[in-house]
Structure formats: C-alpha cells, structure tokens
C-alpha cells in the first residue's frame, strides 16, 4: 500500500509540474558571449586577488627608521591585486546580464532556394 501512495504521489507531481512548464513561455539566455566573458573573468580575478592579498599582507615583519621600500613579493601583490579586483567587478555584471532569460520570439524568416532549373523564394510570420 504505501508503494502505491508513493506511485500517486510521485504522478501527480510529475503531471503539476509538466503543466507549469507548459504555460511558461519559452525563454533563452539573452547572451551566452557575455556570460562565458564574465564566468573567465571571475575565474581568473579570484585567485589574482586572493594571491594579491597573501602577497601583499603577508610581507616581512621588518621596521624601518621611515619607513621600508616595498620588497618585490608586495609588488607582485599589488600587480596581482590590480588586475584581480577589476576583473572580478568587471565579470560577476556579465554573469548576471548574460544569464537574464528574455522570451524567444519568432520572428519572420525569408528563404531563398535554388535548384536545378527552379527558383523559389518563401516568407513566413
């Protein structure tokens, strides 16, 4: 018996949601170029800016009559936190504009076909 409830149960959820994806309209992403831009950017500015931040932070702990020179390891840091930060800021926007569903609207097509010894052109809208 619970076998059988669990079967009903497991239809009628199938059937409510087949529904609900009926009466959506169909939709895409309104740019696949700007989300896979934002996607490499965020992938790459996250590790330069936690790198940057380790580099930078994470100097010698030398005290200097005023003040030290940066040493080379804070330079690669900022160098690394320059890039980092702006890349991220830049490409978590493009992920999320790129990824926006919009509606798919047909629009009309024209065809234009050419065989041996016949020409034809169609419209639909």
């Not at 076998?3 to 609900?20: E, G, K, M």
């Not at 790198?51 to 390891?73: A, H, Y």
């Not at 991220?88 to 919009?102: M, Q």
Request: charged share 15%; net charge negative.
């Amino acid at each position: 018996m619970p076998r059988r409830i669990a079967f009903l149960v497991a239809t009628a959820a199938a059937l409510l949601s087949s529904r609900a994806a009926a009466d959506e309209p169909e939709t895409r992403l309104l740019s696949h170029p700007l989300w896979l831009t934002g996607a490499a950017l965020t992938a790459a500015g996250g590790p330069l800016t936690i790198f940057g931040l380790m580099n930078t932070i994470g100097g010698d702990d030398v005290w200097c009559e005023g003040g030290c020179p940066p040493t080379e390891d804070e330079l690669e840091g900022r160098v690394m936190l320059a890039f980092g930060l702006p890349a991220v800021a830049v490409g978590v926007p493009l992920i999320v504009i790129g990824t926006r569903s919009i509606p798919v609207t047909r629009g009309s097509v024209l065809c234009w076909s050419v065989g041996p010894g016949s020409a034809s052109l169609r419209c639909s809208f």
